[in-house]
Structures are given as structure tokens and as C-alpha cells.
């Protein structure tokens, strides 16, 4: 099992350390994860579920939204063995379905990388394999100390502090403002701007 914690660039509010919870707010946080309908192949997950009375929680452990815990291969990074959708909440903590911290995948204990997806920010994983097993294994990717795969691959929300890189509208795991397949124009499609 994993403990998860991380910030959306999108949704944090520098003056308070959180992240907004707007979507919940709103009542646009589905019961299920939208993952699935979106494409994603979940590895051993995918279809979970969660409670009205869940998203109707507020303050620090309010949901933002749903992300996914990849549990990926210790030696071949692309590898992904194990998927959980799960909610992140607003001092970034990523928990089950029913609140619970430790996200539990039936694999056996060893290293892996874990990667964290969310569907308009672009993904980070861990730089190396962390060990884990049936303990909750505390990884906090708000940190400059969690070393993460690639260069630039959190955004400097402040002080070591740091969070996804927002702004990934078409999930092609990349950001681009201009050009074929930009990630601008589909906003402005929505809204019906120019």
C-alpha cells in the first residue's frame, strides 16, 4: 500500500497552502471515476465508486476531483502492473473511495515506481522505485525531496512546494498553446470564443 500526497497546480491557492474544491462545490464530481469513459486502461482497477455523503465533505479533506495511482515496474518505468482511481482532497492528500489513506494494490511487496495521473494536468512519477509493501509507504510529491522522472516535471507552486503542471486539455500529455493539437482551442471551441 501507498500514501499519496500532491497538489494540482490548477486548483492551489498559494496564500492558503489547499487546493479549491470548486468541482465538489458545484456538484461536478462524479460518484464514479471518469476515467474509464475517458479511454483510460485501468490495470486491476477502474470502476470505482463513491458516496454522495463522501463528496459532500468539506474543508481540508474536501475532494477536488478524482486522480489515478499508477503502480508501475521497478525496472521498466513504462510497465504499468497495478491502477486505482482514487480522490485527492484539498491539503492533497490521495485517498480510497471512503476516505482511507493507505491505497491497497494486490501486488507483492518489492520497488516500483508510482505515477500520479489527473485528467487536465500532466502526470509525474517517482525518479526511482520506493519500496512498498503492506504498510502504508508515505510519498509526498509536493516536495522538492521526492525526486520525480524527468526534467521540470512539477510545477514551483512556492517554497518546496510543488504540484502537476496544469492545462492538459486534450490528455496528449503534453502542453502546447499554439499549433496542431494545441491544448487552446478546444476551450475556446466549448465557450464559443476566438
Known sequence: SV?????????????TGLMRDDLRSAGLVPLAEPYTALGYTHVGGGGET???LRLGTT?????VDWVVVEIRSGTTPSQVLATRSALIERDGEVVGVDGYPDLLFNLPAGSYHVALRHRNHLGVMTASPIAL?????PLDLTRGSQATW????????????????????????????IGATNDRDPILLI???S
Not at 59 to 63: I, R, T, V, W, Y
Not at 150 to 174: E, M, P, Y
Request: net charge positive; aromatic share 8%.
Open 3 to 15: 500514501r499519496v500526497r500532491a497538489l494540482l497546480s490548477g486548483c492551489y491557492v498559494n496564500g
Open 50 to 52: 463513491t458516496s454522495a
Open 59 to 63: 474543508g481540508l479533506n474536501a475532494p
Open 133 to 137: 509493501g503492506s504498510a502504508g509507504t
Open 150 to 177: 524527468g526534467a521540470g516535471a512539477r510545477q514551483t507552486l512556492g517554497a518546496d512546494r510543488f504540484g502537476l503542471w496544469s492545462g492538459n486539455v486534450n490528455g496528449d500529455a503534453i502542453l502546447k498553446y
Open 191 to 193: 465557450i464559443g470564443g
